[in-house]
């Protein structure tokens, strides 16, 4: 196969944008099995209990990793432990939490644990930390962001008392709650600026910017996408929504202002599919991140689907290489603190 382009953005843009175009065949092949099981990925539920709830941790993430479980603010937090770094001598200085995909209202799967993993053991620098927030139908948004306010309010305490930085990670479902919870962040520094931010970074995975569902090109992509459709990505939005309006910046992240992440000092970094039918919302949203001044870099990858770099277990060429594109940018980000 042959090697991926590359094209960076205009070095004068705050964001970086790297595009790839290539797509192995064994890609192709995964895309073209997946797509006739697409509706029972995100298929309606009963759903968890309200609040956050207790997870079991995946047992080959658990052959990797000791995996430690707590609660701050009743919210359950899975903290992975490199063993060759068990006899760490000094705390981390940076702490990734990391919100699980799942349509709102699905429990990490089996690739979250792994990736998680992956990145305890690749990323010395920072502990790694599995949230376990609240899901609808049960605990829709505006019910979860109260309880997922208080913890980031304790987090936030706590960074200061210990001297870490945080990196909010999410992908799909969980990259619109750390964006929106990016920006909770920034409100609350902005509002008596003391120091930095307790947010460094976000890293956003093929995210969910817009619930409102209406941009026109979603129809360009929505026959190629192998996961989601706009019918389900609508569906799903209005199980999330409970009695916010959809153009709630809450559950609509590009709504808002996104300057605040340039005036809190957060960076903003992500990951987009060509297959995605959120990609067009998203690449409007990493648009508007540019024109706010917002620094951040950004992997485009064409053909891709959704949320791609969790198949890097199935070894298949484009997740390890989108995997290893984020591990990078996140080493990058503690050795010239994410500026």
């Given at each position: 196969m042959a090697s991926p382009t590359t094209i960076e953005a205009p070095a004068q843009s705050s964001i970086r944008v790297t595009c790839r175009e290539n797509r192995s065949a064994?890609?192709?092949?995964?895309?073209?099995?997946?797509?006739?099981?697409?509706?029972?990925?995100?298929?309606?539920?009963?759903?968890?209990?309200?609040?956050?709830?207790?997870?079991?941790?995946?047992?080959?993430?658990?052959?990797?990793?000791?995996?430690?479980?707590?609660?701050?603010?009743?919210?359950?937090?899975?903290?992975?432990?490199?063993?060759?770094?068990?006899?760490?001598?000094?705390?981390?200085?940076?702490?990734?939490?990391?919100?699980?995909?799942?349509?709102?209202?699905?429990?990490?799967?089996?690739e979250h644990w792994l990736l998680c993993a992956e990145l305890s053991?690749?990323?010395?620098?920072?502990?790694?930390?599995?949230?376990?927030?609240?899901?609808?139908?049960?605990?829709?948004?505006?019910?979860?962001?109260?309880?997922?306010?208080?913890?980031?309010?304790?987090?936030?305490?706590?960074?200061?008392?210990?001297?870490?930085?945080?990196?909010?990670?999410?992908?799909?479902?969980?990259?619109?709650?750390?964006?929106?919870?990016?920006?909770?962040?920034?409100?609350?520094?902005?509002?008596?600026?003391?120091g930095q931010c307790p947010v460094e970074t976000i890293m956003a995975m093929c995210p969910a910017t817009d619930l409102r569902n209406e941009n026109p090109d979603i129809d360009v992509v929505d026959p190629r996408d192998p996961i989601l459709s706009r019918k389900t990505t609508t569906e799903v939005a209005h199980g999330w929504k409970g009695e916010l309006s959809l153009s709630d910046p809450r559950v609509s992240p590009i709504l808002a202002d996104l300057s605040a992440f340039r005036k809190a000092g957060i960076k903003v970094d992500g990951v987009t599919a060509g297959n995605d039918v959120l990609t067009p919302d998203a690449i409007l949203f990493r648009k508007k991140l540019g024109e706010c001044g917002v620094q951040g870099d950004w992997l485009d990858w064409e053909k891709q689907m959704h949320c791609f770099p969790l198949l890097f277990p199935f070894h298949v060429h484009e997740g390890t290489a989108g995997k290893d594109w984020i591990l990078d940018v996140l080493r990058v980000n503690v050795k010239s603190g994410a500026k």
């Open positions: 064994a890609n192709a092949a995964v895309q073209h099995i997946i797509k006739p099981f697409a509706s029972l990925i995100l298929r309606p539920g009963s759903g968890e209990p309200k609040g956050s709830p207790r997870l079991n941790p995946h047992k080959h993430a658990e052959r990797i990793c000791k995996i430690r479980e707590s609660q701050t603010e009743d919210t359950w937090i899975y903290t992975f432990e490199n063993p060759l770094e068990s006899e760490r001598r000094t705390p981390p200085a940076h702490k990734i939490y990391y919100f699980a995909g799942g349509g709102f209202r699905g429990v990490p799967e089996k053991m690749k990323l010395p620098e920072y502990e790694i930390n599995l949230v376990s927030y609240p899901l609808a139908p049960n605990s829709p948004a505006s019910h979860s962001f109260a309880h997922l306010e208080r913890l980031y309010d304790a987090l936030a305490e706590r960074s200061r008392k210990e001297n870490f930085r945080v990196t909010l990670f999410g992908d799909s479902s969980g990259g619109n709650i750390v964006l929106v919870l990016g920006l909770y962040a920034a409100s609350k520094y902005l509002q008596s600026p003391s």
